[in-house]
């Protein structure tokens, strides 16, 4: 275009399945409920099937019994179910520090371009400001860690099982540890991405009005980002954990990363509005239409854990 920020803000709507990706839901759901139910309710029939059709009648597995002696077996089962939610968790938390990154540049873009057009940028940069975020990219590499100490402690685990079997009290123990622990995890990443979302809302809603404000001279026809996302408040989401033994966690982490697909949908759709007025206000042609950035399930996930 006639400017480099206006390139530079181009280059970033373009760009923008490096960093921004839609988290299927579908997927979560598969990943973290229904794979496991399958799982057991497959075992369940196959004890099902080995009794009524293979066994001799006087050495039926007696399911009770069957799950007593191999506590073990369930507890290595579960380690490796908490090392994928753990990553799981690490790669939600990722996906908004990503996106707030290309917020940041996204923002600079067009505050460059607001300064270039003559018009003041203040109250943007003020907003801008406000956007970095430490805290999230200390998250994320908290959950970073914790997620590589979870692979060096279940890779040590299974050796001891496969090694040594555990007594059923040690297994019983480990169990419920473990589910504590993604629980407390599921919790802590639902209650902060979607308060994170909810401020990096705000702060964009903000930012895209006072950048009309300051260019409305030049885009008269444009409308602001507009997008209310709520909160839940945080003493309901306490009692909801504390009475439901944390499964509303959960579906509280579903709704979450639901409000941070919504977010990113609708910038999507007002940025390529701007792209087009952009280009109109500099007479640039070719910039009607920007590349689709909708990638496989499969891309996706390859160049998330290679990233």
């Known amino acids: 275009m006639g400017d480099e920020s206006a390139d530079r803000f181009?280059?970033?709507?373009?760009?923008?399945?490096?960093?921004?990706?839609?988290?299927?839901?579908?997927?979560?759901?598969?990943?973290?409920?229904?794979?496991?139910?399958?799982?057991?309710?497959?075992?369940?029939?196959?004890?099902?099937?080995?009794?009524?059709?293979?066994?001799?009648?006087?050495?039926?597995?007696?399911?009770?019994?069957?799950?007593?002696?191999?506590?073990?077996?369930?507890?290595?089962?579960?380690?490796?179910?908490?090392?994928?939610?753990?990553?799981?968790?690490?790669?939600?938390?990722?996906?908004?520090?990503d996106h707030e990154k290309r917020d940041l540049v996204w923002m600079d873009s067009l505050i460059?371009?607001?300064?270039?057009?003559?018009?003041?940028?203040?109250?943007?940069?003020?907003?801008?400001?406000?956007?970095?975020?430490?805290?999230?990219?200390?998250?994320?590499?908290?959950?970073?860690?914790?997620?590589?100490?979870v692979i060096v402690a279940t890779a040590c685990q299974a050796l001891f099982i496969s090694l040594r079997d555990m007594d059923p009290q040690s297994a019983v123990l480990v169990i419920n540890v473990l589910i504590f622990e993604i629980m407390v995890q599921i919790?802590?990443?639902?209650?902060?991405?979607?308060?994170?979302?909810?401020?990096?809302?705000?702060?964009?809603?903000?930012?895209?009005?006072?950048?009309?404000e300051s260019m409305k001279g030049d885009f008269p026809e444009m409308e602001p980002m507009r997008l209310e996302v709520k909160e839940i408040k945080v003493i309901y989401t306490i009692i909801l954990n504390i009475v439901t033994l944390g499964i509303f966690g959960l579906f509280h982490l579903f709704w979450a990363v639901s409000e941070l697909n919504l977010h990113i949908r609708t910038q999507w759709m007002y940025e390529l509005a701007l792209v087009r007025a952009v280009g109109k206000n500099e007479k640039v042609a070719g910039v009607e239409k920007v590349p689709p950035v909708d990638e496989s399930r499969l891309q996706a996930l390859v160049r998330r854990i290679l990233s």
Request: glycine residues 4%; proline residues 2%; hydrophobic residues 50%.
């Open 10 to 97: 181009l280059t970033c709507v373009v760009k923008r399945s490096e960093n921004d990706l839609i988290i299927r839901i579908g997927a979560l759901i598969l990943i973290m409920l229904v794979v496991p139910l399958v799982a057991i309710l497959l075992l369940l029939d196959a004890i099902w099937v080995y009794n009524t059709y293979f066994a001799d009648p006087t050495k039926v597995i007696d399911l009770p019994v069957f799950i007593f002696d191999h506590l073990d077996h369930f507890a290595g089962a579960h380690l490796m179910e908490y090392t994928v939610g753990t990553f799981l968790m690490y790669m939600i938390i990722k996906a908004y520090v």
């Open 187 to 212: 919790i802590f990443t639902g209650a902060y991405l979607q308060r994170k979302t909810v401020k990096l809302t705000d702060l964009q809603c903000r930012f895209s009005e006072a950048f009309h």
């Open 112 to 149: 460059d371009y607001a300064e270039y057009r003559g018009h003041d940028a203040g109250k943007m940069k003020g907003i801008r400001d406000n956007v970095r975020s430490k805290s999230a990219r200390k998250v994320k590499k908290a959950f970073l860690i914790w997620f590589i100490l």
